[in-house]
Every structure is written in C-alpha cells, then in structure tokens.
C-alpha cells in the first residue's frame, strides 16, 4: 500500500493540528519506515502509531491471525501450542488490541442514536480466585452491541454503570428497556435517563426524567432448576406504548430479553474465559475487558448477521449480508480484523493553553487556524 500523508493525522497530543486530515501539515518523511511529519509541531511518527502494532516487532500478518484467533473463541493455550508462541505474549496481543478495539468503541458506537428498543443481561463470570459479573446491553433493531461493564458484585453500581454507557449511545427518543427482575435495573434507568433543568438561583439544579423512557421486565420462575413460568410487566409507561416500540424495533411479539440472551451465547462461544466448565479461566478482570472489547468490537463491526440481511439488489446477489455497524449506518461495508485493528482514533480538537495575559500573535494565528 503506498504511503499517502492525506489519510493520517499528527498523533502528538501537544500540536494544535492533531486528528486533522488534509489540513497540508502532513508529509512524508521516509517511505521505507513508513514515517510522516507534521510541520506544525515538527515531529515524526510511524504509521502504526495509535494501533495494536505501534514498536511491534512481530509480523503484522501472524498478530492480526491469533488476535482473531482470540476473537472467535480460540484458547490461549491452543494458539501458544500452534504458533510456538510464549503465553504472556498471546495475552499482550490481546490486551493491545482489547485496549484499541475499545477505543474505536467509544468513537463510533458510543454516540448519539435513536436506540428503539435495549436489552440488557447479566453473565456470571468464574474467575481465578472468585466470581464476577459481566452486565451486556443491546439494541434490538440493528442487533448492536452497546457496551458492557464487569464489577465483582451484582449490584446498583454494576448495572449503573450499564446505563450510563446505553445513555452515551440515546437520543432522547421514546426508549423501551427490557430487561430480567433485577431490581435494580429500574432504579438506575430512572436516575441516569434525567437531564438537569438550569434555574437562575443557587444550588443544584432541579433533574427532570427523559420523557418516553419505557421499562418492562421478563421475569422467569423456577422450580427444580427448571422454567416453569413467565411473567412479563410493564414497570414504567403504559402496555399500547410497549407494544407499539415492540412492533417498530423488533416486528411485533411479545416483551422478552430474547436477543441479549443470544448475545450472551455468541460471547459465551467467543470468549474462551466465558466457556462454562472450561479451564480458560482469566486471572485478572482487565484480561476478561480486554476480550469483551475485542469480541463485541469484531462483532459488531466484523461478523455478518444473518437476522439482518436484505434482499440482494446489486451484481445478482441473492441477499445482502451486513453487519450490526452496517444496520446502525456506522459504517457502509464489512471490516476485516486487520482494517479494524489498523483504524486510526482521532483525537479531539486542541484547546489552546490557558495563560494570563494577552495572548501573543503566533498564539492568535494557531487559535484562528485551527480553533475555527
């Protein structure tokens, strides 16, 4: 691939031109090394810089083929027995590309979107030394993975910090949760989905709740370990405003937690540490993040849903496979694991430095440029 500096941005976190492309502060500085130069700040960086293989001296090939190894449910010990690798370097691959994968995460996914209908489960974790508790959410309509947060309680705090990660994906749109009889699914979804009303007086402003914000829960009873009955209800709106989101974000039926329960499977068969009565078990809750991160991300972004395909309309094709990203209009095409482990984060937009006086004319000049 041949190297073109109109497709990178400066990295430096200091340059007043970083995550800008075509701005003309990019050039190449050796097509060898595949090394760039920004002449704002006058600095080089490689290409790999921002990505799982920046100072990796391994071949890019055999790190994108065991991280997707990783992402399908392959054990560590497998992998280290195929490719005569150390086990810590297998979990350092896993770690880089968790750590990046999240960051694409939160870049694309986690933004403003008409959600319909979420679904969110709980999924007890076995763990060396104990038990933890990884809390999943999805959006229905596009079969998107919103998130998900692990905590070593079942708790408020857990599922709190659920919600606040469905929030970052919401616009304030008529929303239906459905969810299991936890009961704190419905105190943490009432206090994260307010907004504070600005009031021209001292003190904390007053929190007014999103308005069409539906909740319904699933409840399963047991007897012997066994499902002997169903009861659903409507916790918050009124049953005709549940069944009309149903019926607009999934096609009808009734209330269910169907969809985050297959998710549960797909991250169950994905994830070797997930695997029930397996010996995969992770050591450490940052080495189960990471994989959560690298499973939903390549989910999402590069596994073709079969709920989700259209009738093919183009070259003859009989259906049109897409991904979750493609459905959610995220992005236009499928990914393959090297494209999203090689996908360049922006960085947010400089601020300039806070300093007493006037600002001098060089400052006003990179205000002006690269503020506007």
Request: aromatic share 8%; charged share 20%.
């Amino acid at each position: 691939m041949p190297v073109d500096p109109q497709t990178v941005f400066c990295p430096n976190p200091e340059c007043p031109a970083r995550g800008r492309r075509q701005a003309g502060n990019i050039t190449i500085h050796s097509q060898k090394e595949r090394r760039y130069h920004c002449r704002i700040c006058d600095t080089t960086f490689a290409e790999t810089k921002g990505t799982p293989f920046y100072r990796s001296h391994t071949a890019m090939d055999l790190v994108v083929t065991v991280v997707t190894l990783l992402a399908y449910g392959c054990p560590v010990q497998a992998i280290v027995a195929a490719f005569a690798l150390d086990e810590r370097t297998v979990l350092a691959w896993q770690g880089r590309a968790g750590l990046h994968c999240r960051k694409v995460h939160e870049h694309l996914v986690q933004r403003p979107q008409d959600l319909g209908q979420v679904q969110a489960d709980e999924i007890r974790v076995k763990k060396q030394g104990g038990i933890v508790w990884l809390a999943m959410a999805l959006q229905v309509r596009t079969r998107l993975w919103l998130g998900g947060v692990i905590g070593a309680q079942r708790d408020m705090a857990l599922i709190t910090a659920l919600t606040q990660q469905v929030r970052r994906c919401a616009l304030c749109r008529p929303l239906l949760f459905c969810v299991d009889g936890f009961r704190a699914y419905v105190q943490a979804i009432v206090r994260t989905f307010r907004e504070p009303i600005p009031l021209r007086q001292r003190g904390r402003p007053r929190l007014r709740p999103w308005d069409g914000v539906y909740i319904a829960q699933v409840v399963k009873q047991y007897a012997h370990r066994r499902v002997v009955g169903i009861v659903r209800r409507v916790v918050q709106g009124t049953l005709a405003q549940v069944v009309s989101l149903l019926a607009q974000t999934q096609g009808g039926g009734q209330i269910n937690t169907a969809y985050i329960e297959r998710l549960n499977a797909t991250f169950r068969s994905h994830l070797a540490t997930l695997v029930r009565r397996g010996r995969s078990l992770a050591r450490q809750m940052a080495t189960l993040r990471h994989g959560m991160y690298l499973v939903g991300t390549v989910y999402n972004f590069c596994s073709e849903h079969e709920s989700l395909r259209l009738p093919g309309l183009i070259g003859g094709r009989k259906w049109l496979e897409r991904t979750p990203a493609m459905a959610a209009g995220i992005t236009d095409h499928r990914w393959r694991v090297d494209e999203l482990l090689t996908f360049h984060v922006p960085l947010p937009s400089w601020t300039p430095p806070k300093r007493r006086g006037r600002p001098s004319r060089a400052m006003q000049r990179l205000v002006a440029r690269w503020c506007s």
